[in-house]
């Protein structure tokens, strides 16, 4: 197990090009979004600047792009070449393959909120009330997102082939957008607020968000992400389990 | 089913519990019958054929042996256990022709992995060695031939101490001395007690290597017995001769016993089921056969008789 997490790990590093994309470019997004933004300035219905808030915003939006992104398409196409197969003849339990998956996507994952918090502090000059927020915050963005891996996992064994590709982008893009990682949510109609409140990605940012105004984390945004993780985790368990007797 | 021969090899061979038990095993996938009411045991120490045409059932039958397809109806058991949990105890090791390879990584990390995950596991160093792996350890397993890819496979499925070892295709895409020496290896593993299935398309390989064959059609079984009982089943031996003068074939289709008859220029091959009565005739019709040779069936021609006898069976019914 722990060789299986070590090798998932280094294969991961070794592909040059998905580290670039999951480590990078959500801190080059952070720079064009809240590049020209001023640290003077509130957000509308916030007490945040709009640096500060696209900085949760772009970290957790760069944390899910590793482990949902990432994940999804790794297992879709290792599920097509047989590898799958072949670690079920090994002494593996079937959730051991989907826990070395999480865990080596979070090993990406730290990087690019680090990243982000790094652009943000040096280019953006962001501040923080007090030094605790830091470690928090980087570890409840970390934290959060393993309700989006195991959503990578699902649909990992959802789709398949030319699929998977294009079903993540979708769930991917409409959850980042519905749940305020890319623009505040503040600037939609009121019907579509009411229903980002609920999305995974919108308790996920609020995470951090309530820990940039000082505050803990709001009980129902925390009880929310279990139930995304509860439901993602069962739909993958069920899927894995229905591949097994397909045809 | 009139044409399975039960056989019991009366050797000793087949005492304790079995490995391996299907019993009234079913699969279908949509309206295609793969496994059709399978029973069969297999014991300790065996080296057991899995022959049939394509489609016959052969990857089904290992997928349930091996718990990654349940079956519809029946029960498969090994070790006394479900698929699934033997192999969690490292009993089983198996090499699929299906069996994908994880990519971006080097072949020595590939084989240690499947000896950590192993409870019985062997050395790494000692995994690659016997599959002729230790020249190659260093390169990127995505960037292996097919032969050598099969060998990464084979380490896998024997990276520890397992009683039994499943094989699909294994010398598939090798060339004859990686073949030679896969079997070697395979030998090495059977004289220690193991139990080993193999599913192949050469039958010169289940012949040499097999003291058990199980021969499949339709997800049924076909025969099961030993090479030499298959062979005496199919109840046919072989006669070739030249001729010394032409003769026409309707002149040597009137022999009798005849199960087949092919000329080719003056060489003529017959496959007879009383070879002595045959020859008799042969000379009764005043010919004077040149390098005659009688021989009983190999096992390819003995398959393929089996198969037509089902296939003729099944046209008549």
């Not at chain 2, 490995?19 to 949509?30: A, H, I, R, T």
């Not at chain 2, 009983?296 to 089902?310: C, K, S, V």
Request: proline share 4%.
């Amino acid at each position: 197990m722990k060789t299986l997490v070590k090798l998932e790990i280094t294969r991961t590093l070794r592909n040059k090009k998905f580290v670039f994309f999951s480590v990078l470019y959500p801190a080059v997004l952070y720079l064009l979004i809240a590049g020209g933004a001023s640290n003077a300035e509130l957000v509308e219905g916030t007490k945040l600047t709009l640096p500060l808030l696209m900085m949760v915003s772009m970290a957790s939006f760069g944390a899910i792009t590793a482990v949902l992104v990432g994940n999804s398409e790794k297992i879709a196409k290792e599920r097509e070449k047989g590898w799958v197969r072949q670690l079920r003849l090994t002494a593996l339990p079937g959730r051991g393959y989907v826990a070395a998956k999480v865990a080596s996507a979070s090993v990406v994952s730290l990087p690019a909120i680090l990243a982000v918090f790094a652009i943000a502090a040096v280019v953006k000059g962001v501040r923080l009330d007090a030094a605790w927020q830091w470690p928090a915050l980087v570890g409840s963005i970390w934290a959060g997102s393993i309700v989006f891996a195991a959503l990578g996992v699902a649909i990992g064994y959802l789709a398949s082939g030319d699929a998977v590709r294009p079903v993540t982008f979708i769930i991917y893009f409409a959850l980042s957008i519905l749940g305020g990682l890319w623009m505040p949510t503040t600037t939609f109609p009121d019907w579509l607020q009411s229903i980002a409140k609920w999305t995974p990605t919108h308790a996920y940012a609020a995470l951090g968000q309530a820990i940039e105004v000082g505050d803990a984390p709001h009980l129902k945004d925390v009880g929310l992400l279990v139930a995304y993780l509860a439901l993602f985790a069962g739909c993958a368990a069920w899927l894995y389990r229905k591949d097994t007797r397909k045809g | 089913m009139t044409t399975t021969a039960s056989v019991n090899t009366g050797d000793g061979r087949r005492t304790g519990a079995p490995v391996v038990s299907f019993e009234n095993v079913s699969k279908n996938y949509g309206t295609v019958r793969a496994v059709a009411d399978l029973s069969l045991d297999l014991y300790p120490g065996e080296t057991v054929a899995l022959l049939g045409p394509n489609g016959a059932g052969k990857s089904s039958t290992l997928d349930l042996l091996l718990g990654l397809r349940n079956p519809d109806a029946g029960r498969v058991e090994v070790f006394g256990t479900t698929p699934q949990e033997a192999i969690l105890q490292g009993r089983v090791g198996a090499m699929l022709q299906s069996g994908g390879l994880m990519e971006e990584v080097k072949v020595r990390e590939l084989v240690k992995l499947a000896c950590d995950l192993h409870p019985k596991a062997f050395p790494v160093e000692q995994v690659l060695e016997a599959a002729d792996l230790t020249g190659i350890a260093d390169r990127l397993v995505n960037k292996l031939s097919g032969g050598q890819e099969q060998r990464v496979r084979f380490a896998m499925a024997t990276a520890g101490a397992n009683d039994l070892i499943v094989l699909d295709e294994p010398t598939t895409g090798m060339d004859v001395s990686a073949r030679q020496a896969f079997w070697g290896v395979m030998r090495e593993q059977t004289r220690q007690g193991r139990t080993v299935l193999f599913a192949t398309h050469y039958l010169e390989e289940a012949d040499a290597i097999a003291d058990r064959v199980i021969v499949l059609r339709g997800g049924k079984l076909l025969a099961d017995g030993s090479a030499a009982e298959i062979k005496a089943k199919a109840g046919a031996r072989r006669i070739v001769f030249d001729l010394d003068q032409p003769v026409g074939e309707g002149a040597l289709r009137e022999l009798p016993f005849l199960a087949s008859l092919e000329m080719s220029g003056r060489t003529v091959r017959i496959q007879s089921h009383d070879a002595d009565a045959t020859v008799h005739a042969l000379y009764g019709l005043g010919l004077y056969p040149r390098n005659l040779e009688v021989a009983g069936l190999g096992l390819e021609q003995a398959f393929l008789a089996i198969n037509d006898a089902a296939t003729a069976e099944e046209a008549a019914r």
